[in-house]
């Protein structure tokens, strides 16, 4: 029997729909929602013919799908006599609910993001009252994780106000993605009560250039001086968090060390990365690869913690795969990198050093800079270098006899 632990323990809003999850590239089954009243019985019948649906492998609905799982029945759900079919065995009790029903509600134009280049859907619809639906009814897991998604969440008007609803509740710690354009006393607040778990400011850049031609906007230093504030009030630097998107369309590698630097001046130690959603995950460019491990290395020669967010699960085995690639150790800076010379074989190109990432064989560090010790490699070509250099000094030198 397939099952997915997330039919009763998660949930999404969006613009005019409700769903289990967001997992990227996924087929997911929606449950048509535009606002006011909700009707738990449809809602509950929607997730028993998803499950029903699962159990058909030719299925398109959540097909490649790395959450689902087999089980042997009555573990979580049982069996109906009528159909023989499995049914919800358990309460719907949440502990992810994801919130992003503004998906339109942007100050931002990203050369990423389709959102903003649709016609924008009109008027949003208040979580707040199906929230408390839930809670009321005891629905919500009393340590759920809530997500503020978008769109632009400092956009959304009822933000300030369902936010510290949230927090009131209990232990419930909210995670809020935002481009850090705007200042938010909402989220001065929530740091100040420590009801946050992660505020997640992307910036996908490290220089006003970069940002404007990434972002479409030219609000760079907004939210440099934003992202000071917050880290005054954050009771932990690692609850603010840097993101940077490795894009593959708008290649943004050369903006890879100077968002580095900045997160270093800024005292983050919390970053996180994504790859350009809107490419073939299943047919990945050598060139985003590379840059993917050039921001790990980075990140590990820093000290700061760094993790994936967003991949499919066809882009993460690529990538795992890439790692495990064994190629002959040397020099590799980030300006000198294979596929910069396709035409020249690997024994000539002086690549990879430390291929010690995450402790596994064949794990590179492109970035050779940041390295502390001098390489055999390049120690010996410096020496050969000297003597070649001073040799016609040393034959004066005998010749004079000094």
């Known amino acids: 029997m397939i099952q997915c632990p997330r039919l009763t323990t998660a949930i999404d809003f969006e613009p005019s729909w409700l769903r289990p999850c967001c997992e990227p590239m996924i087929k997911m089954p929606q449950f048509p929602y535009e606002g006011g009243s909700f009707n738990l019985e449809n809602y509950i019948s929607f997730l028993n013919n998803t499950l029903k649906t699962l159990q058909n492998d030719s299925a398109e609905i959540c097909s490649g799908c790395p959450v689902k799982v087999k089980i042997e029945p009555p573990m979580m759900y049982k069996a109906t006599p009528e159909s023989h079919m499995p049914s919800l065995a358990l309460p719907i009790r949440l502990q992810q609910i994801l919130i992003n029903h503004f998906r339109d509600l942007c100050n931002c134009k990203c050369c990423y993001c389709w959102n903003w280049r649709r016609p924008r859907k009109v008027g949003l619809y208040s979580v707040k009252n199906i929230l408390k639906y839930f809670y009321d009814a005891g629905m919500i897991a009393n340590n759920a994780s809530y997500s503020w998604g978008g769109g632009e969440v400092t956009l959304l008007p009822e933000f300030e106000e369902l936010s510290q609803w949230i927090a009131d509740q209990g232990n419930n710690k909210q995670t809020i993605l935002t481009n850090g354009i705007l200042f938010s006393s909402a989220i001065t607040c929530l740091l100040e009560r ?127 795969n890439y790692r495990k690639l ?77």
């Open 194 to 320: 420590d009801a946050v778990n992660i505020i997640d400011i992307s910036l996908d850049s490290g220089s006003p250039e970069g940002y404007k031609r990434i972002k479409g906007v030219d609000k760079f230093y907004d939210v440099i001086e934003n992202i000071k504030q917050y880290m005054k009030q954050a009771k932990r630097p690692s609850i603010i968090s840097l993101k940077f998107i490795i894009l593959e369309r708008e290649d943004n590698r050369n903006e890879i060390e100077p968002f580095f630097e900045l997160c270093k001046t800024l005292d983050i130690v919390n970053i996180r990365y994504s790859v350009d959603m809107g490419i073939d995950h299943t047919n990945v460019k050598q060139r985003t690869l590379e840059s993917v491990m050039l921001f790990e290395s980075i990140a590990k020669s820093y000290n700061m913690h760094c993790r994936p967010v967003m991949l499919t699960s066809g882009m993460a085995e690529k990538i795992e």
């Open 326 to 402: 064994h190629i002959t150790p040397g020099m590799y800076s980030s300006t000198y990198i294979a596929s910069d010379y396709p035409s020249a074989d690997n024994a000539s190109i002086p690549v990879l050093g430390l291929a010690d990432l995450d402790n596994r064989q064949g794990v590179v560090n492109l970035e050779a800079k940041h390295q502390t010790k001098l390489p055999k490699q390049k120690a010996k070509y410096v020496n050969r270098l000297f003597w070649r250099i001073t040799a016609p000094l040393r034959a004066l030198g005998k010749f004079f006899k000094i």
